[in-house]
């Protein structure tokens, strides 16, 4: 297993989520992590049809490529859409032309070639992580296992320096584990604190196969951010009622030792010591300084162990 920095910049908002990020808004954000010492950069091919990997790749041409980790994902082949009318835009959160489309790949050819486009994109001859990203969307029985034995051969090539999955779904995380050929899962949305879907039983695989855990989306789509407010999102969804009434109670309490609530977001699934990193996206170069902020906070005992009344708190977890 590679050695994966602590706080990871998560790339997917240069794919122009939610917005157009012009190309020097883009350079702003990655320039304020690297000033500030960020060195792990998590992408993926679906992040705006490419464009975050293009612009990820262009940034860190001019870094010593020794200095930092990428990680980025395979299961989506990007392919010229003959349908695209010249100015539809994507339909999936990203504000770019849609004239490429997304085609489910999770087979040993689509990962290769998957893996190659993202090195061109990318600018790179190696790839430090490698995941399988959502293969539960397939619907494909054996996608993640086929993807994953394309993606340890790789590894054996030394194209990968690391392999795992990426993705919100419990079951096929603990399938990738199972299959003995994963280095570390990326867990999304569902180790936070508002989302303890990892169940002991994907945690004790963990330990068994030496598996490690990269969280990632610890705000739960932007809730955590900061005091919660009803107009954020929840798992890219309207928050519901209960779930916004836990969001403000969590905060509440937080208030009370002088905490922030995205800094205990950002810091609590690294209690438990099978979690190496947390990757926290940014849409301008102050969140990304203010992240780095909320994640440095020292955070006392009592506070986890007042939240653990509601959160279960993982700070004996791990083997």
């Not at 990962?111 to 790179?124: M, T």
């Not at 949305?189 to 855990?213: K, P, W």
């Amino acid at each position: 297993m590679i050695d994966v920095p602590r706080f990871g910049l998560g790339c997917a908002p240069l794919g122009n989520l939610f917005r157009r990020f012009s190309e020097p808004e883009a350079e702003a954000i990655l320039e304020a992590a690297w000033s500030a010492g960020v060195r792990y950069f998590d992408t993926a091919p679906h992040y705006g049809l490419g464009l975050s990997e293009e612009r990820l790749g262009r940034f860190l041409a001019t870094k010593p490529r020794d200095e930092y980790v990428v990680s980025t994902k395979v299961g989506r082949l990007l392919r010229e859409d003959p349908a695209w009318d010249g100015t539809a835009l994507d339909a999936t959160g990203f504000v770019v032309p849609a004239r490429l489309r997304r085609q489910l790949d999770y087979s040993a050819s689509g990962v290769r070639a998957s893996v190659e486009d993202s090195l061109q994109r990318l600018g790179l001859d190696r790839i430090d992580i490698l995941y399988v990203h959502d293969p539960e969307l397939s619907g494909v029985e054996g996608a993640t296992e086929s993807a994953l034995t394309a993606l340890a051969e790789l590894r054996a090539e030394g194209v990968a320096g690391a392999i795992g999955t990426g993705s919100l779904g419990v079951d096929a995380l603990l399938a990738t584990v199972r299959t003995g050929l994963a280095d570390v899962l990326m867990v999304a949305n569902r180790y936070t604190l508002l989302d303890q879907s990892v169940v002991q039983e994907l945690l004790d695989a963990c330990d068994a196969y030496d598996v490690r855990i990269v969280a990632a989306a610890v705000f739960n789509s932007g809730l955590l951010a900061s005091t919660p407010r009803r107009d954020a999102k929840y798992d890219y969804q309207d928050v519901p009622e209960e779930v916004f009434a836990r969001a403000v109670e969590l905060d509440r309490i937080c208030a009370e030792y002088g905490v922030a609530l995205p800094a205990a977001a950002l810091q609590y699934p690294l209690l438990d010591p099978r979690v190496v990193s947390v990757v926290a996206g940014a849409a301008a170069p102050e969140q990304v300084q203010q992240n780095l902020a909320h994640f440095a906070v020292p955070i006392p005992p009592e506070l986890w162990q007042r939240l653990s009344a509601l959160v279960p708190v993982p700070s004996t977890a791990g083997g």
